[in-house]
Structure formats: structure tokens, C-alpha cells
Nanobody, 119 residues
Framework: EVQLVESGGDLVQPGGSLRLSCAAS????????MSWVRQAPGEGPEWLAT????????SYIDSVKGRFTISRDDAKNTVDLQMNSLNPEDTAIYYC????????????WGQGTQVTVFS
């Protein structure tokens, strides 16, 4: 059974930091690009960061560049998102997603973890 399980969401004050983690099982993690995606209430999904299979290519959406860092550990089948300098606009449900390298469909999704930034 394919599973992606996110953890680390919490309530945090503006300027604070959180580290999200996503644990994968049931598929060949190392052969998949992994992304973090968020969705705020009433908004569409926003693709924040993507790390290629092997970790040799990373990309970020402009709004999180310099604040968020994506990383992966293929030995542990995990992908993390370090989030610094959080602001209320970062409030959303955060999901991790996986896409088999060479394909175009994000087939694997977690259930999400809630991040709330409030003062």
C-alpha cells in the first residue's frame, strides 16, 4: 500500500520556524521526484518546492525562496521542508507529493498537515 504521511504542522507565531516531514512507503521512493504543495482555504494548490530523484535538482516558488528548504533522505524514504520566517500568508494545509521520474503525473499524495501562523 502506497503511503505518504506528513507531520510537523503546528501553530506558530510570525517569524517562527517549522520543519515538516513526509514519510513514504509502498513505492520506490528514490525513483520519484518529490514536492511540497500547500492549499489555503478558498485558494488553489500552490507548488512550493520540488526535489528531483537523487536530489540533484531543486526548485522553489518565488514566494518561499530563501525561507524554505526542501531536502530528501533516500535511505529513510523521507522528504522534509524546513520553513523559516513564517508569516500569516503561509497558513495552509501542506501536502507532500511524488511523481515517478520521466512521467508527468503526481500519483502519490499525503493527507496533509496543518500549518497556522498567527500573532
Amino acid at each position: 500500500e502506497v503511503q505518504l504521511v506528513e507531520s510537523g504542522g503546528d501553530l506558530v507565531q510570525p517569524g517562527g520556524s517549522l520543519r515538516l516531514s513526509c514519510a513514504a512507503s509502498g513505492f520506490t521512493f528514490g525513483s520519484n521526484a518529490m514536492s511540497w504543495v500547500r492549499q489555503a482555504p478558498g485558494e488553489g494548490p500552490e507548488w512550493l518546492a520540488t526535489i528531483a530523484s537523487g536530489g540533484n535538482s531543486i526548485s522553489y516558488i518565488d514566494s518561499v525562496k530563501g525561507r524554505f528548504t526542501i531536502s530528501r533522505d533516500d535511505a529513510k524514504n523521507t522528504v522534509d521542508l524546513q520553513m523559516n520566517s513564517l508569516n500569516p500568508e503561509d497558513t495552509a494545509i501542506y501536502y507532500c507529493a511524488g511523481r515517478l521520474t520521466g512521467t508527468f503525473t503526481w500519483n502519490y499524495w499525503g493527507q496533509g498537515t496543518q500549518v497556522t501562523v498567527f500573532s
